[in-house]
């Protein structure tokens, strides 16, 4: 299987300032014949579901904001928020798809307003 | 716009059985991989069984090999979940999941339902 480790555990950032969470793969989820990391991130407010944010590592879901945003190949990855909003409280999840079986999240990241 | 709304869930003994639902509409059901996902009360998300969009192939958790059992109806738009020999550690909130992309092997999951609780106890 393919472990997801995501860091930190949690984290505090102040209105307006960036946050930054992190997750690394045991192994490359690149596929070389396409050029595509199998990464995707989720949003997941208190008694909602996860919500889409980013998908092949970088690219945004339509709707999603542009102060989100995904980078990293191979094993490590990163999901930036910009210049955070009172309305990203949140956990964020990391998502590896290069294995469907199976598929492996990170253990989530808590992000709260300092 | 697609939804994806799940029923069934319940409080179940150990060693019991459940089937969960999930009715799907808003989108062309039989061209996408479908999941169930779930979280554990206060814990992370957790995959646990997929099928294709054709029904042709399912995969699942190690830990629920054996017990569960994923089908679809597509003529129906509805993803189910045959959940036997329940256990203890099965008790999570289920979500019925989505992929991004039509007849994928494999993908992201775009759209999530609102997830049923499955809660086993004594």
């Known amino acids: 299987d393919i472990v997801m480790t995501q860091s930190p555990e949690s984290l505090a950032v102040s209105l307006g300032e960036r946050a930054t969470i992190n997750c690394k793969s045991s192994r490359s989820v690149l596929y070389r014949s396409n050029n595509k990391n199998y990464v995707a991130w989720y949003q997941q407010k208190p008694g909602q579901p996860p919500k889409l944010l980013i998908y092949w590592a970088s690219t945004r879901e339509s709707g999603v904001p542009d102060r989100f945003s995904g980078s990293g190949s191979g094993t490590d990855f990163t999901l930036t928020i910009s210049s955070l909003q009172a309305e990203d409280a949140a956990v964020y999840y990391c998502?590896?798809?290069?294995?469907?079986?199976?598929?492996?999240f990170g253990r989530g990241t808590k992000l709260e307003i300092k | 716009q697609v939804q994806l709304v799940e029923s069934g869930g319940g409080v179940v003994r150990p060693g019991g059985s459940l089937r969960l639902s999930c009715a799907a509409s808003g989108f062309n059901f039989s061209t996408y991989g479908m999941h169930w996902v779930r979280q554990a009360p206060g814990k992370g998300l957790e995959w646990v069984a997929e099928i294709w969009y054709d029904g042709s192939n399912e995969n699942y958790l190690d830990s629920v090999k054996g017990r569960f059992s994923i089908s679809r109806d597509n003529t129906q738009t509805t993803l189910y979940l045959q959940m036997n020999s329940l256990r203890d550690e099965d008790t999570a909130t289920y979500y019925c999941?989505?992929?991004?992309?039509?007849?994928?092997?494999?993908?992201?999951?775009?759209?999530w339902g609102q997830g049923t609780l499955v809660i086993v106890s004594s």
């Open positions: 998502h590896q798809y290069y294995n469907n079986s199976p598929h492996t």
């Open positions: 999941v989505k992929d991004g992309r039509a007849e994928a092997v494999t993908d992201y999951f775009a759209s």
